[in-house]
């Protein structure tokens, strides 16, 4: 199949032929996942990093630093091995503790229904394998990297906080005032952020130097992660006192600032907290005062991360509304309950004109949530033309991978090839990346001027063309894809 100009698209040959590929293997799940394997999906927006990496490789990692795990709570902690404990290198040997350590530390085999919620079971993984990864943050992120390249990803923002331990001592001297201008004077007082700031940037740079070697990406064995690029999102627990969680989200700034590559913030921990829903509405006019303050640095924020029976019915009508409209958030994470927002009619128009794109994490949410099929607002979303792309949110802990979520939803919602494009496209439209877009208006998936006769991702094109793909990050990668996608039209077609 030969490729179509820019102009003759949408649904040129080659799309058409994929459809009916499509339709050929929409009910063969192995060649279904084999066929969105190669879809060239982008970016992963919304995934937090010590979620994301498998859980063997968690487990090997306890046994590789000679933890401990308690037989009953499986929660990992240093040696020497107590009363109640087995070591973590016993594993190895016994495939039942091994298999009970999966289990404690992921969703693999949970049955809903037995004592523990999907929910609380999600969540309390963290704490049981808490002790592993802070010491291997560049092993969990090779490990992620790795698994985004081989799925034909271009691109990730995955979730994490630096500098956690230099911040939170920094906000035990910060006072909370609702004067947030000078609460900032107290966080930039004195240069203690600024050290912070630098030591964030330096272990940016060691991280990806590791990051490279882990890979082998200077060799003929260099994994398909060295092609990904990638990019940090300050993560900030939201269930802290109002002191500590203003002065972190004015380290996401600040590093944005400075031009790391930490290149937005985005607010953590259950949604349902009892701080979380205290301090729902101060967090978001804190980022409202803060937007004001720094032109730099992007806001995605977890919200309408609910269900009913989860918080008190009046907590499922303004979170996303608060994010969207007090926050500015450029992106939402989850909106699971946007249909219970005041006026969710006109909300959902807004974000679509505003084009507040959606992280869809759709396995997550029908184990977290249990909202799943005709119950999650993803047709709502997609009836409203509010931007969505689907991300993975913990594929470790969920035991999935970004395919997988193409693949539910590909069958869940009965998506078309023309959808997985758009979805695809989608990611990298809203990645946090610098430059304009290739396209000529948000959303519109049509080239813009400097592009606008030349057919998409030619490997070489015009002088206005290449242009603006070198001024712009963001266009270089959207080019990519849309190289990728002739690729893929041709084998599919
Ligand atoms: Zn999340």
Not at 96 to 109: D, I, P, Y
Not at 241 to 257: G, L, Q, R
Not at 282 to 295: A, D, N, T
Not at 389 to 394: E, G, P
Request: proline share 5%; charged share 20%; net charge negative.
């Amino acid at each position: 199949m030969v490729a179509v100009p820019a102009q003759a698209d949408p649904g040129g040959g080659g799309e058409a032929g994929v459809e009916r590929f499509l339709n050929s293997v929409r009910h063969d799940p192995a060649r279904l996942r084999s066929f969105l394997l190669d879809l060239p999906k982008g970016g992963d927006l919304h995934n937090h990093l010590s979620g994301a990496a498998s859980t063997e490789l968690l487990i090997s990692l306890a046994a590789q630093d000679n933890l401990c795990i308690d037989s009953t709570t499986f929660v990992a902690a240093g040696g020497p091995c107590g009363a109640g404990q087995r070591p973590a290198t016993d594993t190895s040997s016994d495939p039942a503790f091994h298999r009970a350590v999966l289990m404690a530390w992921s969703m693999e085999g949970f049955q809903p229904g037995l004592g523990e919620s999907g929910h609380d079971h999600f969540f309390n993984t963290f704490g049981k394998f808490g002790a592993v990864t802070g010491p291997h943050r560049v092993e969990l992120l090779a490990d992620v990297v790795d698994r985004a390249g081989r799925q034909n990803e271009q691109y990730l923002e995955t979730m994490l906080t630096r500098q956690g331990g230099p911040l939170f001592t920094l906000s035990q001297g910060v006072t909370f005032t609702e004067d947030f201008a000078a609460m900032r004077a107290q966080v930039l007082a004195g240069g203690t952020m600024a050290g912070i700031v630098a030591a964030a940037g330096a272990e940016i740079t060691a991280d990806e130097a590791r990051l490279r070697s882990l890979l082998s990406c200077a060799t003929l064995a260099a994994s398909p992660g060295c092609g990904v690029t990638v990019q940090y999102i300050q993560q900030i627990n939201r269930n802290n006192p109002p002191n500590v969680v203003f002065t972190f989200m004015v380290s996401a700034f600040e590093f944005a600032a400075a031009g790391h590559r930490t290149v937005a913030l985005n607010m953590v921990s259950p949604e349902e907290g009892e701080v979380s829903i205290r301090d729902y509405r101060l967090h978001m006019r804190m980022l409202e005062f803060l937007r004001g303050v720094y032109p730099q640095g992007h806001i995605t924020l977890h919200a309408g991360e609910l269900v009913a029976g989860l918080v008190k019915p009046e907590e499922l009508t303004y979170h996303i509304s608060q994010a969207v409209r007090i926050a500015h958030a450029e992106r939402i994470g989850h909106g699971v309950d946007v249909l219970g927002e005041d006026d969710a009619r006109e909300l959902l128009r807004a974000m679509a004109d505003q084009h507040v794109m959606v992280e869809i994490n759709l396995t997550s949410n029908a184990q977290i949530l249990e909202v799943s099929g005709p119950d999650h607002p993803f047709p709502t979303y997609r009836d409203f033309r509010v931007p969505l792309t689907l991300s993975t949110d913990d594929e470790g802990v969920s035991r999935i991978d970004l395919t997988h979520e193409y693949q539910r939803a590909t069958t869940d919602y009965r998506l078309r090839y023309r959808d997985l494009k758009t979805l695809a496209r989608t990611s990298l439209e809203h990645a946090f990346l610098t430059g304009a877009s290739l396209w000529r208006g948000p959303d519109t998936f049509r080239p813009a001027a400097p592009c606008a006769h030349d057919r998409l991702g030619e490997p070489r094109p015009s002088a206005p063309c290449r242009a603006l793909l070198a001024s712009s990050a963001k266009a270089s990668l959207q080019w990519q894809q849309e190289a990728k996608f002739t690729a893929f039209e041709r084998r599919y077609g």
